[in-house]
């Protein structure tokens, strides 16, 4: 099944290990840049093309699930064909939809359609996490993902920018900065970037190695803790805007602001997560992450004032979920086999893209329902002492 296992030797200890990283950590960012291309331009879309609500949440919705379910078969290619050729092929492919959105999709049908293709660009995580485990030796793999997952601000860049270039220069502009980064990517990318020439490579096929994956316990057990550390913090991101301005009345920009803080609070804290990991264990980490995340999320349950106490609660939450996000890679890292990485990073990354759905969700129906967001946080802190307990006990006994 497999011939070559990486090894710590010259090669993985010169600057060309820190250079992959750098061009797949890039690569990373301008995918998920594109992936998030549509989101900020929801509620405009919804006045041009006179969308309900669901409509509009399906706009969004359709690139985000497209990206993280086709994380399984795109990793399980990647552990076959090497990042080497998908990183390039992916880039490449992504630009089409881009284009195709900026400037000829002018219907809900068109949007759906290129946003469906879009999430190609979300595929790319199941690309980068077993390119950059083949590279680094085991003892500074959590630090080496959990800093390949700052490409997650990708998401970030595009809430930030987005919108404001499209006012600014033109509808077309950002789908056009984007398709321009994401082409000079994919042509430096198949230039320059290189596998490990001893990564562990298995000979099976896609649908045998998918299955072999889902058979796992340790996937699964892997895609339970993204789902939620992840996950939540894919919810903050999404729901986090209405939350501050329905529940404490703010304007939207003061809104979109501190989410902004939120978000990129939680993707700096993800390399944090996979250095603490490096030094002791991710069991710890992770235990310590879920505790801090259901603790302030009983916080937030109490509706305390947002300044100073609900401010720090929420960022004290972004921090964790970011800490325990890089820890669950570090976690796979060491747990499944060079050879799987790929394969399970699909079923794990699609958990957690999956994950960040349900939330927001169940916020709204608790809010409708009750008026109030309490419980919606008592769930919250539910979850999160369920995962650090399972993390303490039935993880443990794996990682054993």
Do not use: C, K
């Not at 840049?33 to 041009?48: H, I, Y």
């Not at 340790?218 to 550390?229: G, I, K, R, T």
């Amino acid at each position: 099944m497999s011939s070559h296992v990486p090894r710590t030797d010259d090669a993985t200890s010169s600057p060309r290990l820190s250079w992959m990283l750098a061009l797949a950590t890039i690569g990373f960012l301008v995918a998920f840049w594109a992936w998030s291309l549509l989101a900020p331009l929801a509620p405009a879309l919804r006045q041009e093309l006179d969308l309900t609500p669901f409509q509009q949440s399906l706009v969004v919705a359709t690139p985000v699930l497209v990206g993280s379910l086709g994380r399984i078969p795109i990793g399980a290619l990647t552990d076959r064909v090497g990042a080497r050729v998908m990183f390039p092929l992916i880039t490449a492919a992504t630009v089409l939809p881009v284009l195709y959105l900026g400037h000829m999709a002018d219907s809900l049908a068109d949007v759906l359609v290129g946003g469906f293709l879009l999430g190609l660009g979300g595929t790319t995580f199941a690309i980068g996490v077993p390119f950059v485990n083949a590279w680094y030796p085991p003892e500074r793999r959590g630090l080496a993902l959990g800093l390949f997952g700052i490409g997650t601000g990708g998401t970030a860049i595009s809430a930030f920018t987005t919108v404001q270039l499209t006012d600014a220069v033109g509808r077309s502009f950002p789908f056009d900065l984007v398709a321009v980064l994401l082409a000079v990517y994919a042509v430096t990318a198949f230039l320059l970037l290189r596998d490990n020439p001893r990564r562990a490579v298995t000979a099976e096929s896609l649908l045998i190695r998918t299955a072999a994956t889902l058979r796992m316990a340790v996937a699964w057990q892997a895609a339970f803790l993204y789902a939620v550390s992840f996950g939540g913090f894919v919810a903050f991101g999404v729901y986090l805007p209405t939350y501050l301005t329905t529940a404490f009345g703010l304007e939207r920009p003061d809104a979109a602001t501190r989410t902004a803080g939120f978000v990129l609070l939680a993707v700096a804290m993800r390399p944090v997560g996979g250095w603490l990991s490096d030094r002791a264990h991710p069991v710890p980490v992770l235990v310590a992450a879920y505790a801090v995340v259901a603790a302030l999320a009983l916080v937030a349950a109490a509706e305390a004032p947002l300044v100073p106490l609900g401010t720090v609660s929420f960022l004290g939450m972004a921090a964790a979920l970011g800490t325990g996000s890089g820890a669950v890679f570090a976690l796979v890292a060491r747990l499944v086999p060079p050879e799987r990485v790929g394969s399970v990073t699909g079923v794990v990354g699609a958990a957690g893209g999956l994950g960040g759905f349900f939330p927001p969700l169940v916020m709204g129906t608790v809010n409708s329902i009750t008026h109030d967001y309490t419980w919606g946080y008592v769930l919250l802190a539910a979850t999160a002492a369920v995962a650090g307990v399972f993390t303490a006990t039935v993880v443990r006994r794996r990682a054993r």
